[in-house]
């Protein structure tokens, strides 16, 4: 559906505009108060130390979401962006984006358990920010009148998919609240090594970074790993990073350990696969909006993995289908990476 074919074009035009507002609503993740200077459009992907390496011209593949263009494949695509303007969103003060992430923003990475754990913390910060603004954006009854030209008086319910939908929401956002704040009391304490993390190093440039995280559901195996059910329980969270490095690349797959033993039987399944680098490349597809693709290596992959990779990448973000998405089978093979043997921190 294009906002045109809507009865009522400005009343979803200004939902649209108010979306937009709450996204980039101003506000400091850091752990502490102390904030300095304005809240800044700050990069999750580092542009030099993560963007730069795998762009072409100053420019990699990313994700835009515009819901003024949306067309029958939806609002969300894969273009061409400056490196600038890639994977920003305003999370922290100036002074905390510089001084929180100095030792993985100036200092090469070395596998240290403080560079493991800020780019697991910024993943959760990120995730934080959005997971909050997610849930504070349900259309009103009136809203959604305005939209459809509905009579004032018509009492709307909202449908079952929509509370389901908020209710799936708020329960994301209370949990990555949590998650955050064991997050912080971590950082606080300089305790790195409440985070364990597994470090696959490829001698290659990867073809794509990355920086998030996601409750694991099934392992490579198509085993079950944790109940979504039971909403008493907090799901454990796997916090996965790709970064380029002087000697190839590093995948980072950091879980608390606290986690039940899903992050561990996901990153053993993957750790299992004969083919390393597919099945890493299918994960992310599957799971993340915040990546950038090396454009060189995107467009060497050839029309059929470049489909696949787009066909998870968008069953990924579309609410109404997140069944696509399985580990088991996988049908991506790009060239290897080169994995070299991981280790654990
Ligand atoms: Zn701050």
């Not at 101003?26 to 542009?47: E, N, R």
């Not at 008086?153 to 509370?163: G, K, T, V």
Request: with cysteine; glycine share 4%; hydrophobic share 40%.
């Amino acid at each position: 559906m294009n906002i045109g074919d809507l009865p009522n074009p400005k009343a979803a035009a200004d939902l649209i505009r108010s979306f937009r507002k709450r996204f980039s609503a101003k506000k400091c993740m850091a752990p502490t108060q102390d904030c300095q200077g304005p809240v800044i459009s700050a990069h999750t992907l580092s542009a030099e130390s993560m963007l730069r390496p795998i762009a072409r011209d100053g420019h990699v593949y990313a994700v835009e979401t515009d819901l003024f263009t949306a067309n029958a494949d939806g609002a969300t695509r894969l273009v061409l962006k400056g490196i600038r303007d890639t994977s920003v969103f305003n999370g922290f003060c100036a002074k905390h984006d510089r001084d929180l992430f100095a030792p993985i923003e100036t200092v090469a990475f070395m596998c240290t358990p403080e560079q493991c754990f800020l780019h697991a913390y910024r993943a959760v910060a990120k995730e934080c920010y959005l997971k909050r603004k997610q849930a504070e954006t349900q259309p009103s009854p009136e809203t959604i009148k305005a939209i459809h030209n509905l009579p004032d008086e018509l009492n709307l319910q909202p449908s079952d998919f929509a509370l389901l939908h908020q209710a799936g929401s708020l329960r994301g956002a209370e949990e990555i609240e949590r998650l955050k704040a064991k997050m912080d009391s971590i950082f606080q304490q300089n305790d790195w090594r409440r985070l364990c993390t597994t470090i696959i190093p490829f001698a290659d440039r990867p073809g794509l970074v990355c920086n998030f995280l996601y409750a694991p559901d099934f392992d490579f195996n198509g085993n079950d790993l944790q109940d979504f059910d039971n909403v008493d329980v907090d799901l454990s969270h796997l916090m996965i990073t790709i970064i380029p490095s002087s000697t190839g690349s590093f995948a980072l797959l950091s879980h608390l350990d606290t986690a039940n033993s899903a992050p561990t039987t996901l990153v053993a399944s993957l750790i299992n696969q004969a083919d390393i680098t597919s099945a890493l490349v299918w994960l992310v597809a599957c799971q993340t909006e915040n990546l950038a693709l090396s454009p060189d290596w995107f467009d060497s992959l050839g029309q059929q993995n470049q489909n696949l990779f787009r066909k998870a990448f968008l069953s990924n973000v579309d609410p109404l289908n997140m069944s696509f998405n399985q580990l088991k089978g996988f049908p991506l093979s790009v060239p290897s990476w080169q994995p070299n043997t991981h280790f654990s921190i």
